[in-house]
């Protein structure tokens, strides 16, 4: 193991140690950094045609037994800046979990991010697959987003420049997502309704975070390997 300063770099790490399938092989340098600057400078530093993958909690990472021959950058622990703006904008670090987001969303009275309560990975891999869940997906809440490019910088890109899909964003170039800045809706009555809109015909049209983990739960498998759907929801 060697360390540079704020970052720590593991060589030949398992990738199975770090995705939620407990598989893959090994990867030639595993990145952790304590600071954004300490990653912007690493990775400024790396030569252009170094293979990078950036990981969350790798709950939607399949890596190959063979291996990764390139290096990894491991998000978790870094960018967890989670802040609210005003009345219902929230700017979120990519690091920050899904979980944490729906939680603080609901404990602002802000509706629109409940989906993400039951997603088991960090925003930068939401935004790089436009996480979704019970009719709620991540861009259309998405108003702008900060990112990093080889070169160290880190830019603000307008949601409208990302083109998105079901699990899919186009719109990244050599790039990765270090923040989003969320805009929600205001909670009017006491919950928000099903479509992630404030409350405001009857309450028997309404979810709440417990209401999904519980549908959830008896819907999907836990505590197993996997990343969860592998098919397209209708
Ligand atoms: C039990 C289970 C249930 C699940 N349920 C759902 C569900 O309901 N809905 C759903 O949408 N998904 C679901 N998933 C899949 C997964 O949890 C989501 O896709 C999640 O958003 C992935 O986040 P992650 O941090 O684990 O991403 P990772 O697996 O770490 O990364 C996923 C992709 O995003 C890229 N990436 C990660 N961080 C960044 C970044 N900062 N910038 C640019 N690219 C980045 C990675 O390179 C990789 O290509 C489920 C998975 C499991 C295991």
């Given at each position: 193991m060697t360390k540079l300063s704020d970052i720590k770099i593991i060589e030949n790490e398992p990738m199975s140690k770090h995705t939620s399938w407990r598989a893959g092989g090994l990867v030639k340098r595993y990145v952790q950094s304590a600071s954004l600057t300490a990653l912007a400078s690493f990775i400024a530093s790396l030569p252009d045609n170094e293979e990078l993958l950036w990981l969350?909690?790798?709950?939607?990472?399949?890596?190959?037994?063979?291996?990764?021959?390139?290096?990894?950058?491991?998000?978790?622990?870094v960018m967890t800046q989670l802040e609210l703006i005003d009345e219902t904008t929230i700017y979120a670090g990519a690091g920050v979990a899904s979980a944490k987001l729906a939680r603080f969303c609901a404990k602002h009275d802000l509706c629109g991010a409940d989906f993400f309560a039951g997603i088991p990975g960090?925003?930068?891999?939401?935004?790089?697959?436009?996480?979704?869940?019970?009719?709620?997906e991540t861009w259309p809440?998405?108003?702008?987003?900060?990112?990093?490019?080889?070169?160290?910088?880190?830019?603000?890109?307008?949601?409208?420049?990302?083109?998105?899909?079901?699990r899919s964003v186009k719109g990244l170039n050599d790039e990765w997502f270090v923040s989003a800045t969320f805009k929600l809706t205001k909670k009017l009555k006491a919950r928000c309704s099903?479509?992630?809109?404030?409350?405001?015909?009857?309450?028997?049209?309404?979810?709440?975070?417990?209401?999904?983990?519980?549908?959830?739960?008896?819907?999907?498998?836990?505590?197993?390997?996997s990343c969860g759907s592998v098919f397209r929801n209708p």
């Open positions: 969350g909690l790798g709950s939607n990472t399949l890596v190959r037994d063979g291996g990764f021959n390139g290096t990894v950058i491991a998000t978790q622990g960090l925003l930068g891999g939401a935004l790089a697959m436009n996480a979704g869940a019970f009719g709620g809440l998405v108003t702008e987003v900060e990112t990093l490019n080889r070169r160290g910088e880190i830019n603000t890109r307008q949601a409208a420049e990302f083109e998105y899909a079901y099903g479509d992630g809109q404030a409350a405001t015909g009857s309450e028997n049209n309404t979810v709440d975070i417990k209401q999904l983990l519980a549908k959830r739960a008896v819907s999907q498998p836990t505590g197993v390997a």
